[in-house]
Structure formats: C-alpha cells, structure tokens
C-alpha cells in the first residue's frame, strides 16, 4: 500500500531509541524527512546517522528539552526551517518515575505534568498554525496504557496521561475541518530500555529478581509476548499517512490484548 508520505516532513520527539526511534524510522522509509529529537545530543547524532545508513532519508538531529515550552517551540520551528514544512510531528517525552503516590513530592508532579502533558500542548501549540493554513497535517502523540486504565507502581503515569486524551480529543473537534487530524498512541509492553528500567524498579519492590517480574508481566499479555518496537512504528506511519485521513481523536491500543477494558 502506497501511504502517501513520499515528500513528507516530520518531527519525531524522544527518537533516540525505543518507540520513537521506531516511528522515525518508518516515516523514513516511507519517503518522509525526518527530524529526529532527544534531550541527548551524543545518542541523537548515533541515532540519526544509523538512520541515514539503513533508510537513505534526509535526517536531521535537533536536541531539546520539550518540557521547556520556550525550547519546544523552537525545536518545531527549526524542524520546519530545515525542511520548508513540517506535516506531522510526533510528541514523545518518555515516561515519569516509577513507585507509589506518597514516594513523589510536589515538584515530582509538577515535573511529570510538564514532561508528560503540558510538553504536548507546546508542540502542537508551535505546529498547529502553519498545518492549518496549508489544509493538512498529522499530530500524534505516544502516551501509555496507562492512559486508559491504572497501572500499579505507575502513578505518575497513571495520573498525568489521561490528560492527554482529553486534550487529544478536544482539539481534534477544533481542527478536523482543517485537514488536520489528532490521534494519541496507548501502547502495552514493547520490548524498549524503558520497560528494563521498570522491571527493575519493580524487582526491588517485590522482592523477585529481573527474570521474575518479566516472566509475571508477559503472562499477562494475551499474544504471550512482548512487542516488536517495528510493529508500532508501522501503526504510526499509517496514522500519519494520507490513508487514515479519516481517523481523528482516538486513542490507539497496540498492547498484545493487555488492557482489560472495553
């Protein structure tokens, strides 16, 4: 299937690794421009030059702390300074702390909600104007199954996500006359650093080594297996496609048949 993504330019938050990279790489072999962003900028440069390698598609790395609205906005503009455009941009800023309510202070929300929710609102706040005025654009954003119901240990995540779909929802309303659309991703377990990281901090928890906790959390998963980063990447291309021109405020299960809820 021809996506329709030849020519187009994206910008493709937290894209050093794990799910962002994933989703840069898919755009860019699909003929999009891709820059590509992370807080990093060592891995950044890692990250793009492996990209240019495998795909041939004209990267480039900007570094930026998108939890800084003053820096995400000038992260958009330099995106579509480089390219003459920018027709979707993916936001992503990893996932907060793991551990219980009463372990995390005030600033520890604060700096979850500006990392997790309010960083979007600056990226499509920077995008939105120019993708109106041109009729056509995608604004995606990666949030976690926690969004959509609790996950234990997560509560940072759990309480500042749902936010997201909210906002996901209520600005589609407002642009989709505009030939913009706005979908949010809920992915499950993929097999990323990030979910590593929670089953340690899991494991020192409970008690039970590394092994055990990914051996109890994978067995929650219908499919019976973690998934493949390439599989969200495909998912998000086609959102970001011309094809799902008529998918618009929705929030997107790719979780192996994990969330419980209807």
């Known amino acids: ?69 003053a820096e995400a906005e000038k992260l ?30 005030h600033a520890t929300w604060v700096k979850a909600l500006e990392t997790n929710f309010l960083s979007t609102v600056s990226l499509f706040r920077a995008a939105l104007p120019a993708m109106i005025e ?17 996950i234990p240990g997560l509560i940072l995540s759990s309480g500042s996500r749902p936010g997201v779909l909210g906002l996901v929802k209520g600005l589609s309303d407002e642009v989709a006359p505009h030939g913009v659309t706005v979908n949010a991703f809920c992915p499950g377990m993929f097999g990323t650093a990030r979910l590593a990281e929670l089953w340690e901090a899991r494991a020192k928890s409970s008690g039970l080594g590394v092994a055990e906790e990914e051996k109890k959390a994978i067995k929650a998963i219908p499919a019976g297996r973690l998934g493949d980063p390439k599989e969200f990447g495909g998912l998000a291309a086609f959102l970001a496609s011309e094809r799902a021109g008529f998918i618009t405020g929705q929030a997107i299960r790719i979780d192996g048949g994990q969330g419980r809820a209807i």
């Open 76 to 105: 958009v503009k330099d995106a579509a300074k480089a390219f003459g455009k920018l027709d979707i941009v993916l936001a992503n800023a990893g996932g907060p702390a793991a551990g219980p309510f009463l372990s995390h202070d």
């Open 134 to 150: 041109r009729k056509w654009g995608r604004l995606l954003v990666l949030t976690s199954l926690s969004a959509l119901e609790p």
């Open 1 to 69: 299937m021809d996506l329709g993504l030849r020519g187009k330019a994206a910008l493709v938050c937290g894209a050093s690794s794990g799910l962002g990279y994933a989703v840069a790489e898919a755009l860019a072999r699909e003929g999009c421009k891709v820059a590509i962003n992370a807080r990093t900028a060592g891995s950044l440069r890692a990250a793009a030059d492996k990209l240019r390698n495998d795909t041939g598609a004209e990267v480039v790395a900007l570094a930026a702390d998108v939890s800084v609205p």
